[in-house]
């Protein structure tokens, strides 16, 4: 992972293959940015990363949630 690609994603970032929550960023060397959920980050990060800067947050998929306060 690459930390000078923060801010992290959140819930609005979506994919932009499909729609679906990014975990994936890629900020491509010529300028812009691509978004990805995990499994079209999986197809397409081979290619891209000759090219492209990549963040990924797909670890996120794996913890476990955190319990909201009990008042």
Do not use: W
Not at 17 to 44: K, S, T, V
Not at 51 to 70: G, Q, W
């Amino acid at each position: 992972m690459n930390a000078t690609l923060a801010p992290e994603l959140t819930a609005h970032d979506r994919c932009d293959r499909c729609g679906a929550q990014a975990y994936i960023r890629a900020r491509l060397n010529g300028g812009g940015e691509l978004l990805f959920c995990a499994h079209h980050g999986r197809q397409h990060l081979s290619k891209l990363r000759d090219h492209a800067e990549i963040h990924d947050e797909t670890e996120r998929l794996s913890e476990p949630p955190v319990a909201a306060p009990v008042d």
